[in-house]
Protein backbone atom coordinates (compact mmCIF):
# COMPACT_ATOMS: atom_id res chain seq x y z
CA UNK A 1 0.00 0.00 0.00
CA UNK A 2 0.91 3.08 -0.40
CA UNK A 3 3.39 4.99 2.78
CA UNK A 4 1.87 8.42 2.34
CA UNK A 5 -1.59 6.57 2.98
CA UNK A 6 -0.49 4.15 5.60
CA UNK A 7 1.44 7.25 7.60
CA UNK A 8 -1.79 9.17 7.31
CA UNK A 9 -3.94 6.58 8.44
CA UNK A 10 -1.81 5.78 11.43
CA UNK A 11 -1.94 9.89 12.56
CA UNK A 12 -5.47 10.34 12.19
CA UNK A 13 -5.96 6.62 14.56
CA UNK A 14 -3.94 8.21 16.52
CA UNK A 15 -4.87 11.71 16.58
CA UNK A 16 -8.21 10.51 17.34
CA UNK A 17 -7.61 7.75 19.87
CA UNK A 18 -5.77 10.77 21.75
CA UNK A 19 -8.41 13.33 21.58
CA UNK A 20 -11.46 10.88 23.03
CA UNK A 21 -8.59 9.95 25.83
CA UNK A 22 -8.47 13.89 26.64
CA UNK A 23 -12.48 14.71 26.53
CA UNK A 24 -12.21 11.67 28.97
CA UNK A 25 -10.36 12.83 31.29
CA UNK A 26 -11.19 16.61 31.22
CA UNK A 27 -15.21 15.69 32.00
CA UNK A 28 -14.01 12.50 35.17
CA UNK A 29 -11.62 15.79 36.42
CA UNK A 30 -14.67 18.32 35.67
CA UNK A 31 -17.16 16.54 36.97
CA UNK A 32 -15.95 14.83 39.82
CA UNK A 33 -17.58 16.33 43.14
CA UNK A 34 -18.22 14.79 46.55
CA UNK A 35 -20.45 16.40 49.40
CA UNK A 36 -18.94 15.16 53.05
CA UNK A 37 -20.58 16.40 56.67
CA UNK A 38 -17.87 17.84 58.81
CA UNK A 39 -19.97 18.62 61.75
CA UNK A 40 -23.94 17.70 62.20
CA UNK A 41 -25.49 20.32 59.19
CA UNK A 42 -21.89 22.01 58.14
CA UNK A 43 -21.00 20.18 55.00
CA UNK A 44 -18.10 20.31 52.38
CA UNK A 45 -18.40 19.80 49.12
CA UNK A 46 -14.86 18.85 47.42
CA UNK A 47 -14.68 19.80 43.79
CA UNK A 48 -11.90 20.30 40.96
CA UNK A 49 -11.66 23.86 41.67
CA UNK A 50 -10.44 23.41 45.29
CA UNK A 51 -6.79 23.06 43.67
CA UNK A 52 -5.64 25.32 41.30
CA UNK A 53 -3.49 22.16 39.82
CA UNK A 54 -6.70 20.21 38.37
CA UNK A 55 -7.97 23.49 36.84
CA UNK A 56 -5.15 23.53 34.92
CA UNK A 57 -5.25 19.98 33.85
CA UNK A 58 -9.37 20.53 32.56
CA UNK A 59 -8.01 23.42 30.36
CA UNK A 60 -4.76 21.37 29.26
CA UNK A 61 -6.52 18.47 28.21
CA UNK A 62 -9.46 20.42 26.69
CA UNK A 63 -6.66 22.71 24.65
CA UNK A 64 -5.02 19.54 23.68
CA UNK A 65 -7.96 17.89 22.33
CA UNK A 66 -8.82 20.81 20.53
CA UNK A 67 -5.85 20.95 18.87
CA UNK A 68 -5.80 17.85 17.90
CA UNK A 69 -9.21 18.02 16.34
CA UNK A 70 -7.62 21.06 14.30
CA UNK A 71 -4.89 19.37 12.87
CA UNK A 72 -7.21 16.31 11.85
CA UNK A 73 -8.28 19.56 9.54
CA UNK A 74 -4.66 19.65 8.36
CA UNK A 75 -5.51 16.73 5.37
CA UNK A 76 -8.20 18.21 3.84
CA UNK A 77 -6.76 21.69 3.68
CA UNK A 78 -3.04 20.13 2.24
CA UNK A 79 -5.97 18.58 -0.01
CA UNK A 80 -6.98 21.94 -1.31
CA UNK A 81 -4.50 24.49 -1.18
CA UNK A 82 -1.44 21.86 -1.39
CA UNK A 83 -1.48 22.40 -5.23
CA UNK A 84 -1.54 26.48 -4.99
CA UNK A 85 1.59 27.12 -2.50
CA UNK A 86 4.36 24.46 -3.46
CA UNK A 87 6.62 23.01 -0.58
CA UNK A 88 3.67 23.64 1.64
CA UNK A 89 4.32 19.97 2.63
CA UNK A 90 7.41 20.57 4.37
CA UNK A 91 6.59 23.63 5.95
CA UNK A 92 3.43 21.64 7.52
CA UNK A 93 5.21 19.28 8.80
CA UNK A 94 7.73 21.37 10.71
CA UNK A 95 4.96 23.38 11.86
CA UNK A 96 3.01 20.06 13.02
CA UNK A 97 6.25 18.19 14.45
CA UNK A 98 7.12 21.49 16.78
CA UNK A 99 3.32 21.91 18.08
CA UNK A 100 3.03 18.17 18.72
CA UNK A 101 5.53 18.40 20.56
CA UNK A 102 4.75 21.59 22.73
CA UNK A 103 1.18 19.75 23.12
CA UNK A 104 3.44 16.43 24.42
CA UNK A 105 5.43 18.70 26.64
CA UNK A 106 2.48 21.15 28.13
CA UNK A 107 -0.25 17.79 29.02
CA UNK A 108 2.31 15.77 30.57
CA UNK A 109 3.80 19.00 32.62
CA UNK A 110 0.05 19.08 33.63
CA UNK A 111 -0.40 15.48 34.43
CA UNK A 112 2.81 15.33 36.08
CA UNK A 113 1.82 18.45 38.51
CA UNK A 114 -1.58 17.19 38.92
CA UNK A 115 0.00 13.55 40.26
CA UNK A 116 2.39 15.48 42.93
CA UNK A 117 -0.69 17.69 44.20
CA UNK A 118 -2.69 14.34 44.12
CA UNK A 119 0.41 12.15 46.24
CA UNK A 120 0.54 15.43 48.77
CA UNK A 121 -3.27 14.91 48.86
CA UNK A 122 -2.49 10.76 49.47
CA UNK A 123 0.18 10.96 51.90
CA UNK A 124 0.05 14.46 53.20
CA UNK A 125 3.55 16.22 54.19
CA UNK A 126 4.12 16.44 58.01
CA UNK A 127 7.05 18.62 57.74
CA UNK A 128 4.97 21.29 56.36
CA UNK A 129 1.44 20.57 58.19
CA UNK A 130 -0.05 19.65 55.47
CA UNK A 131 -2.62 17.02 56.28
CA UNK A 132 -3.80 14.09 54.23
CA UNK A 133 -7.14 15.12 52.17
CA UNK A 134 -7.95 11.56 50.68
CA UNK A 135 -8.86 9.97 54.12
CA UNK A 136 -11.88 12.16 53.94
CA UNK A 137 -12.88 12.28 49.99
CA UNK A 138 -12.13 8.89 49.27
CA UNK A 139 -13.94 8.63 46.32
CA UNK A 140 -13.05 11.80 44.57
CA UNK A 141 -9.28 11.45 45.24
CA UNK A 142 -10.29 7.57 43.31
CA UNK A 143 -11.94 9.42 40.38
CA UNK A 144 -9.08 11.72 39.90
CA UNK A 145 -6.55 9.05 40.52
CA UNK A 146 -8.75 7.25 37.22
CA UNK A 147 -8.30 10.80 35.34
CA UNK A 148 -4.74 11.07 35.90
CA UNK A 149 -4.31 7.55 34.17
CA UNK A 150 -6.25 8.42 31.28
CA UNK A 151 -4.10 11.54 31.32
CA UNK A 152 -0.85 8.97 31.38
CA UNK A 153 -2.49 6.89 28.26
CA UNK A 154 -3.56 10.43 26.55
CA UNK A 155 0.24 11.97 26.58
CA UNK A 156 1.75 8.21 25.70
CA UNK A 157 -0.31 8.28 22.80
CA UNK A 158 0.71 12.24 21.96
CA UNK A 159 4.17 11.35 22.48
CA UNK A 160 4.31 8.56 19.88
CA UNK A 161 2.55 11.29 17.61
CA UNK A 162 5.21 13.64 17.76
CA UNK A 163 7.52 10.50 16.90
CA UNK A 164 5.75 9.92 14.05
CA UNK A 165 5.40 13.37 12.99
CA UNK A 166 9.40 13.36 13.48
CA UNK A 167 9.79 10.47 11.25
CA UNK A 168 7.11 11.90 8.65
CA UNK A 169 9.79 14.91 8.46
CA UNK A 170 13.33 13.77 8.40
CA UNK A 171 12.75 10.89 6.49
CA UNK A 172 12.68 13.67 3.70
CA UNK A 173 16.42 15.02 4.12
CA UNK A 174 19.98 13.27 3.05
CA UNK A 175 21.61 11.11 5.02
CA UNK A 176 24.62 13.10 3.82
CA UNK A 177 24.19 16.82 3.53
CA UNK A 178 22.50 18.76 6.36
CA UNK A 179 18.74 19.49 6.13
CA UNK A 180 18.91 19.31 2.62
CA UNK A 181 16.41 16.96 0.99
CA UNK A 182 16.22 13.95 -0.83
CA UNK A 183 17.06 13.71 -4.49
CA UNK A 184 15.23 10.38 -4.06
CA UNK B 1 32.70 19.79 7.27
CA UNK B 2 31.68 15.88 7.14
CA UNK B 3 28.20 16.16 8.11
CA UNK B 4 28.97 12.67 10.70
CA UNK B 5 31.27 14.81 12.46
CA UNK B 6 28.99 18.02 12.83
CA UNK B 7 26.75 16.41 14.20
CA UNK B 8 28.45 14.55 17.02
CA UNK B 9 30.06 17.85 18.04
CA UNK B 10 26.57 19.08 18.28
CA UNK B 11 25.28 15.73 20.23
CA UNK B 12 28.67 15.95 22.45
CA UNK B 13 28.61 19.95 22.92
CA UNK B 14 24.29 19.55 24.09
CA UNK B 15 25.34 16.65 26.39
CA UNK B 16 28.21 18.57 28.39
CA UNK B 17 25.86 21.54 29.25
CA UNK B 18 23.34 19.37 30.02
CA UNK B 19 25.23 17.16 32.44
CA UNK B 20 26.81 20.95 33.61
CA UNK B 21 22.84 21.76 34.06
CA UNK B 22 21.58 18.81 36.01
CA UNK B 23 24.61 18.52 38.60
CA UNK B 24 24.20 22.58 39.17
CA UNK B 25 20.16 21.76 39.59
CA UNK B 26 20.80 18.47 42.02
CA UNK B 27 23.95 20.94 44.27
CA UNK B 28 21.52 23.66 45.07
CA UNK B 29 18.26 21.55 45.71
CA UNK B 30 20.52 18.88 47.99
CA UNK B 31 22.03 21.66 50.00
CA UNK B 32 19.30 23.82 50.30
CA UNK B 33 18.72 24.45 53.85
CA UNK B 34 17.40 27.15 55.97
CA UNK B 35 17.47 27.34 60.39
CA UNK B 36 14.31 29.49 61.57
CA UNK B 37 13.30 30.61 64.56
CA UNK B 38 9.80 29.16 65.51
CA UNK B 39 9.28 30.26 69.36
CA UNK B 40 12.48 31.34 71.06
CA UNK B 41 14.69 28.11 71.38
CA UNK B 42 12.72 25.86 69.22
CA UNK B 43 13.97 25.68 65.72
CA UNK B 44 12.52 24.54 62.40
CA UNK B 45 15.56 23.37 59.99
CA UNK B 46 14.08 23.41 56.04
CA UNK B 47 15.90 21.11 53.55
CA UNK B 48 14.84 19.02 50.84
CA UNK B 49 13.90 15.77 52.83
CA UNK B 50 11.02 17.26 53.92
CA UNK B 51 9.28 17.18 50.79
CA UNK B 52 9.05 13.73 48.84
CA UNK B 53 9.45 15.94 45.69
CA UNK B 54 12.34 17.68 46.33
CA UNK B 55 14.08 14.51 47.11
CA UNK B 56 13.25 12.84 43.55
CA UNK B 57 13.98 15.77 41.90
CA UNK B 58 17.51 15.56 42.86
CA UNK B 59 17.40 11.87 42.26
CA UNK B 60 16.33 12.15 38.60
CA UNK B 61 18.57 14.95 37.81
CA UNK B 62 21.93 12.79 39.34
CA UNK B 63 20.35 9.94 37.12
CA UNK B 64 19.92 12.20 34.03
CA UNK B 65 23.43 13.83 34.80
CA UNK B 66 24.58 10.16 34.75
CA UNK B 67 22.82 8.99 31.94
CA UNK B 68 24.77 11.82 29.41
CA UNK B 69 27.67 10.68 31.19
CA UNK B 70 27.35 7.39 29.82
CA UNK B 71 26.44 8.54 26.35
CA UNK B 72 29.51 10.27 26.08
CA UNK B 73 31.12 7.29 26.25
CA UNK B 74 29.18 6.12 23.11
CA UNK B 75 32.06 7.46 20.93
CA UNK B 76 34.67 5.29 21.86
CA UNK B 77 33.02 2.14 22.36
CA UNK B 78 31.59 2.86 18.34
CA UNK B 79 34.79 3.43 17.27
CA UNK B 80 36.43 0.60 18.92
CA UNK B 81 33.67 -2.18 18.15
CA UNK B 82 31.69 -0.56 15.48
CA UNK B 83 34.02 -2.45 13.01
CA UNK B 84 32.94 -6.31 14.58
CA UNK B 85 29.61 -5.74 14.67
CA UNK B 86 27.90 -4.29 11.72
CA UNK B 87 24.85 -2.46 11.72
CA UNK B 88 25.80 -1.22 15.11
CA UNK B 89 25.30 1.78 14.34
CA UNK B 90 21.68 1.75 13.70
CA UNK B 91 21.00 -0.40 16.84
CA UNK B 92 22.71 2.46 18.98
CA UNK B 93 20.62 5.08 17.44
CA UNK B 94 17.40 3.61 17.90
CA UNK B 95 18.80 2.88 21.14
CA UNK B 96 19.44 6.33 21.70
CA UNK B 97 16.52 7.37 20.43
CA UNK B 98 14.14 5.68 22.78
CA UNK B 99 16.21 6.17 26.33
CA UNK B 100 16.63 10.28 25.59
CA UNK B 101 12.78 10.43 24.69
CA UNK B 102 12.36 8.29 28.42
CA UNK B 103 14.96 10.69 29.84
CA UNK B 104 13.64 13.96 28.69
CA UNK B 105 10.09 12.95 29.82
CA UNK B 106 10.74 11.50 33.24
CA UNK B 107 13.32 14.80 34.29
CA UNK B 108 10.33 17.35 32.83
CA UNK B 109 7.97 15.29 34.54
CA UNK B 110 10.01 15.63 38.24
CA UNK B 111 10.35 18.91 37.13
CA UNK B 112 6.75 19.70 37.00
CA UNK B 113 5.91 18.21 39.74
CA UNK B 114 8.14 20.13 41.92
CA UNK B 115 7.09 22.64 40.41
CA UNK B 116 3.37 22.20 41.45
CA UNK B 117 4.94 21.65 44.95
CA UNK B 118 6.70 24.66 45.07
CA UNK B 119 3.58 26.72 43.88
CA UNK B 120 1.59 24.73 46.60
CA UNK B 121 4.18 26.50 48.84
CA UNK B 122 3.73 29.46 48.11
CA UNK B 123 0.17 30.12 47.72
CA UNK B 124 -0.98 27.25 49.79
CA UNK B 125 -4.30 25.88 49.15
CA UNK B 126 -7.02 27.25 51.43
CA UNK B 127 -9.66 24.47 50.95
CA UNK B 128 -7.34 22.25 51.72
CA UNK B 129 -6.23 24.00 54.47
CA UNK B 130 -2.39 24.07 53.36
CA UNK B 131 -0.53 26.85 54.58
CA UNK B 132 1.93 29.23 52.94
CA UNK B 133 5.44 28.17 53.95
CA UNK B 134 7.27 30.48 51.17
CA UNK B 135 6.55 33.30 53.68
CA UNK B 136 8.57 31.88 56.27
CA UNK B 137 11.67 30.20 54.41
CA UNK B 138 11.68 32.83 51.91
CA UNK B 139 15.26 32.40 51.14
CA UNK B 140 14.94 28.48 50.75
CA UNK B 141 11.86 29.25 48.66
CA UNK B 142 14.10 30.91 46.17
CA UNK B 143 17.25 29.06 46.02
CA UNK B 144 14.27 26.15 45.08
CA UNK B 145 12.62 28.35 42.51
CA UNK B 146 16.45 28.74 41.04
CA UNK B 147 17.03 25.36 40.84
CA UNK B 148 13.63 24.36 38.76
CA UNK B 149 14.68 27.43 36.76
CA UNK B 150 18.12 25.42 36.04
CA UNK B 151 15.72 21.76 35.67
CA UNK B 152 13.79 24.06 33.30
CA UNK B 153 16.78 24.44 30.93
CA UNK B 154 18.28 21.28 31.50
CA UNK B 155 14.84 19.83 29.89
CA UNK B 156 14.83 21.89 26.94
CA UNK B 157 18.58 20.96 26.32
CA UNK B 158 17.28 17.42 26.51
CA UNK B 159 14.46 17.64 24.43
CA UNK B 160 16.41 19.59 21.35
CA UNK B 161 19.13 16.02 22.26
CA UNK B 162 15.97 13.95 21.48
CA UNK B 163 15.38 15.75 18.12
CA UNK B 164 19.17 15.35 16.95
CA UNK B 165 18.67 11.57 17.87
CA UNK B 166 15.50 11.40 15.85
CA UNK B 167 17.07 13.67 12.72
CA UNK B 168 20.03 11.03 12.75
CA UNK B 169 17.89 7.96 12.82
CA UNK B 170 15.11 8.82 10.54
CA UNK B 171 17.38 10.57 8.08
CA UNK B 172 18.29 7.22 7.01
CA UNK B 173 15.10 6.09 6.34
CA UNK B 174 13.86 6.07 2.84
CA UNK B 175 11.24 8.48 1.83
CA UNK B 176 8.72 6.21 -0.48
CA UNK B 177 9.25 3.11 2.08
CA UNK B 178 8.37 2.26 5.87
CA UNK B 179 11.35 1.66 7.35
CA UNK B 180 13.61 0.59 4.79
CA UNK B 181 17.31 2.27 4.63
CA UNK B 182 18.17 4.75 1.94
CA UNK B 183 20.30 3.62 -0.68
CA UNK B 184 21.68 6.86 -1.18
Known sequence: MDLGMEMARTEISLRISAILVLVLTACVVAF???T???IFTIEKKASYRDLYAL???VYVTSAAAGYNLLQLCKYPALAYFGG???GSYMIVAWISLLLDQIMV??????NSATFEAAMLGVTGAEALQWMKVCNKFTRFCIQIGGALLCCFA????MAIMASVSA???FRMYSPNWFLRLKTK
Open 32 to 34: DTQ
Open 167 to 169: YKL
Open 36 to 38: KAI
Open 105 to 110: YVTFAA
Open 84 to 86: IFK
Open 154 to 157: ASIL
Open 55 to 57: KIL
